[in-house]
């Protein structure tokens, strides 16, 4: 047996070097084709990208075309260099630099020597291009935005960085790519596929058709439309509303989680970022540190959320059993709840139950709940934990997966939590009782604020939040099509709607009804601290709000944030309830609110967190956006001689 075995592998693999040998030389040529490389020319050919549409099928997103003047530095041959800068109006040392950078990339492959240029500058360039070897022209598509706002929800696209072409070999240099929003999340979808072109070169270096007749070419595949849930009239009135005013807007549709609107402000016209200043644009946008116009408000701002989460706590409370709609509490205008310790309440006081604690956002009617729902377990830490899940299974304190690709996990603490903040020492109920009214260790962003009230309106369902509606040719994920329940049960919040409801009709947010649609909804107010020369200061209060329409067969479920607003029923609530009625009925009967939120402005609070000098040498230098530089806001601000640094909690 050992005489036949080692001839008999020898033999196999003499037949499988053979095989693969005649492969290789007689049927396939690619190995053929990469030794061949430096008498063929590759050309790319660049699909234009899928068009983006609204809900309702408004054109978003399109296209228009853009010339890149490409360059093979090997080809480069003498060249007039004076009349090549003043044709594409750069001087020599752009010119030298820009050479220098390609040569980096490769001395054999194009790269892109002058990005975008428009179609006059690419007529004048045609012309004598036959005068400088080494360049061409290569043809792509920008987008063409068709509306001037939405800009974190589109996102934008940019050519790829040496980082982005070493991890991913669909990419060469020059090539474009999807960055932030829906560009990002759906670039392979939206980028297509680009075709390549392989030329024949002779020994003159002159092209003489296609190698091999073409057998390795492959033809560009337009990139798929699509989609998305976005109302685009809802995103627009948003913005138009959140004008002079920072923070942001959450609409979700509760049945189906699809977003209606997500807004951001301040925002910018995502225009400014398509062509031979978009780089420029970019830096001015990035480097405004004041007011974050790239920072996605409603996706990463991890905020206190104020009396909105006295839903929350009510909700745990009748789930666990230590109340129930009928339970009393007695409000002395605050809660005393230890030695010393007393928390204000804005409330008529009384003896309250769920109803009316709810619609009054009676901080002693929810602290009680909340203490009683720890001091049900033996151990504060096993209580904590108990809270602490059934939050969790609203979407809290984790990340959600929705399509977008940025976002925050917010906070919802634990016993553990609680352990590393006071280690050595006991703790309670009481030490910890200010999470019962969404302040303490709470931490939410405006789309989890919105989701929770979406669940709510469900009575304690949700589907994942997500942007993309439909995508041509395929289905969209099957995790946005997957029902997520609480562990709350639905009997327990038809009483807490209820009292939602008459928020409107008797509580705090009794002046803003609109006419004809049944809204049920939650005023907050978020203390709002600052640093200023190292010591804590107490700014102005955050104004939130949170709410759902109609009260049966819900439509729409909204989260809004505005900094610095003063209280929930100021700038939130009003803003809550126009979006509401723009939705359900596509027209504004409340003009004395729209009026008040469109002519309102918040530039003034804003700019009292700096001090005068630096906010001058922030707008001389262009730094600053121009919705910050205007004359009635600096009117309004104070004189400052600190600088004052907000907390990190909302960048």
């Known amino acids: 047996m050992r005489k036949v075995l080692f001839p008999t592998v020898i033999f196999i693999a003499t037949i499988l070097i053979v095989a693969r040998i005649f492969y290789l030389q007689i049927i396939d040529d690619s190995f053929k084709l990469a030794s061949d490389n430096n008498a063929i020319k590759i050309k790319y050919d660049y699909p234009e990208r899928g068009y983006i549409y609204d809900r309702y099928g ?38 030298l630099k820009k050479i220098a950078k390609a040569k980096v990339y490769s001395p054999r492959l194009p790269s892109v020597f002058l990005p975008q240029l428009n179609k006059l500058e690419y007529a004048a360039f045609q012309e004598k291009q036959r005068k400088f070897q080494g360049f061409y022209i290569q043809k792509r598509s920008l987008r063409d935005y068709q509306v001037n706002y939405g800009a974190n929800v589109f996102g934008f696209i940019t050519q790829v960085n040496d980082n982005i072409i070493q991890k991913n070999k669909y990419y060469n240099s020059g090539d474009l790519i999807g960055k932030q929003g829906v560009e990002e999340s759906y670039e392979e979808i939206l980028r297509g596929i680009k075709g390549v072109k392989y030329i024949q070169k002779d020994k003159y270096n002159r092209e003489i058709g296609s190698y091999k007749e073409g057998k390795y070419d492959t033809v560009a595949v337009q990139g798929k439309d699509i989609h998305l849930t976005i109302d685009a009239e809802l995103q627009k009135y948003g913005e138009e509303l959140m004008v002079n005013k920072r923070g942001g807007i959450v609409a979700i549709e509760p049945k189906t989680g699809e977003i209606l609107a997500l807004v951001t402000a301040p925002s910018y016209d995502p225009a400014i970022l398509v062509g031979r200043q978009r780089s420029k644009n970019y830096t001015m946008l990035y480097n405004d540190s004041i007011a974050k116009p790239l920072y996605d408000r409603g996706l990463l701002a991890e905020y206190t959320p104020g009396s909105p989460f006295k839903i929350l706590t009510g909700l745990v409370a009748l789930q666990e059993g230590v109340i129930d709609e009928n339970t009393t509490f007695f409000c002395r205008h605050g809660f005393s709840y230890a030695p010393g310790r007393f928390m204000k309440c804005h409330c008529h006081g009384g003896a309250l139950q769920l109803h009316r604690g709810i619609y009054e956002s009676c901080n002693t009617y929810f602290s009680s709940s909340y203490m009683a729902t720890i001091n049900k377990y033996k151990k504060p830490a096993d209580g904590v934990d108990v809270w602490s899940n059934h939050l969790k299974s609203f979407g809290l304190g984790q990340f959600m997966g929705y399509d977008l690709p940025t976002g925050r996990k917010g906070k919802i603490p634990t016993s553990k939590t609680y352990k590393r903040m006071y280690p050595g020492w006991g703790w309670s109920s009481k030490t910890i009782v200010s999470n019962a009214i969404g302040q303490g260790e709470v931490l939410m962003t405006p789309i989890q604020l919105a989701n929770m009230i979406a669940t709510v309106s469900n009575k304690g369902y949700y589907y994942t939040p997500h942007i993309i509606k439909s995508i041509k040719g395929q289905m969209i994920d099957k995790k946005f099509r997957t029902k997520h329940v609480t562990t709350v049960d639905k009997k327990y919040f038809d009483p807490v709607i209820s009292g939602l409801f008459d928020v409107y009709n008797f509580g705090t947010a009794h002046g803003l009804n609109v006419e004809g649609i049944d809204i049920c909804g939650k005023t907050g107010t978020a203390e709002n601290f600052a640093k200023i020369n190292g010591k804590r200061v107490k700014l102005q209060d955050h104004s939130i709000f949170v709410a759902f329409a109609p009260k049966d067969n819900p439509k729409i479920a909204i989260a809004v944030f505005v900094e610095n607003g003063y209280w929930g029923a100021r700038w939130a609530g009003p803003i809550t309830s126009l979006m509401i009625e723009k939705y359900i009925k596509r027209k504004i009967t409340r003009k004395d609110l729209e009026k008040r939120m469109l002519e309102g402005s918040l530039q003034g609070e804003y700019n009292k967190y700096y001090a005068k000098p630096v906010v001058d040498t922030l707008i001389k230098k262009d730094i600053i956006l121009p919705a910050l530089n205007q004359t009635d806001a600096n009117k309004e601000s104070k004189k400052e001689e600190e600088i004052i640094v907000p907390e990190n909690k909302v960048g």
């Open 58 to 95: 408004k054109l978003l997103v399109a296209n228009q075309p853009s010339y890149d003047i490409m360059v093979i530095p090997k080809d480069i041959k003498e060249l007039d260099t004076t009349e090549f800068c003043s044709l594409l109006n750069i001087t020599k040392e752009d010119f």
